[in-house]
């Protein structure tokens, strides 16, 4: 795996395993993106209907814009055989101080999901939490709808924490609970073990 600046919080890192790369998203990504959301469907428990070009496109603008005041990383998810892109993440809610930080915005191309992107996706993003910055805490949020998203987190190892009630607006006009996850810095070598990432 490959870390840009090991020691310090960069907000134009890459991380890559030999199958995919997460690189910084760029404006440009619209259109990759826009061949891989057209299905409203796709969207139910996402915050933004990204099938839309308008909010896809602001979606992508509020990321770079977060990227430039240094509270998000939004990586742009390729295949590294290929050079196809297949979907989006980020790093958010970063709290030095408190050494925690966010994994989220994320999604997978419909014709991709279920060929183990995503856990790729999370083993470079907590590695990178872990040791490479030496944080204390990764955590992820989720709609307590989302059974898909529910099981995906628990798989990898994270631990659900508790539920905040009417916690965020969605883009059908729901209000959602919001489920919460992490995992924390002394549990990341038994988790890493245990999913016999690579």
Not at 49 to 57: E, K, V, W
Not at 83 to 105: P, Y
Not at 153 to 162: D, F, P, T
Request: glycine content about 6%.
């Amino acid at each position: 795996m490959n870390i840009t600046q090991p020691s310090d919080l960069d907000f134009q890192l890459t991380l890559q395993t030999e199958d995919i790369c997460l690189r910084p998203m760029q404006a440009s990504d619209f259109s990759h993106f826009k061949l891989l959301v057209d299905t409203a469907p796709m969207w139910k428990y996402f915050t933004h209907n990204l099938s839309d070009d308008y909010q896809l496109r602001k979606w992508i603008e509020d990321g770079l814009q977060m990227r430039d005041r240094q509270t998000r990383i939004p990586f742009t998810v390729v295949n590294r055989h290929n050079k196809k892109v297949l979907g989006a993440t980020s790093f958010g809610n970063i709290s030095e101080r408190d050494k925690r930080i966010e994994i989220g915005w994320t999604w997978i191309g419909k014709g991709y999901q279920g060929t183990g992107i995503n856990d790729q996706m999370k083993y470079l993003m907590l590695k990178y939490c872990f040791e490479a910055l030496d944080f204390e805490r990764a955590e992820a949020k989720t709609d307590v709808l989302n059974m898909p998203a529910r099981k995906a987190l628990s798989r990898i190892g994270m631990l659900e924490e508790g539920v905040l009630r009417s916690h965020t607006l969605m883009s059908d006009g729901r209000r959602r609970d919001t489920l919460f996850y992490s995992i924390l810095k002394s549990e990341w070598m038994g988790i890493k073990t245990l999913n016999s990432w690579t």
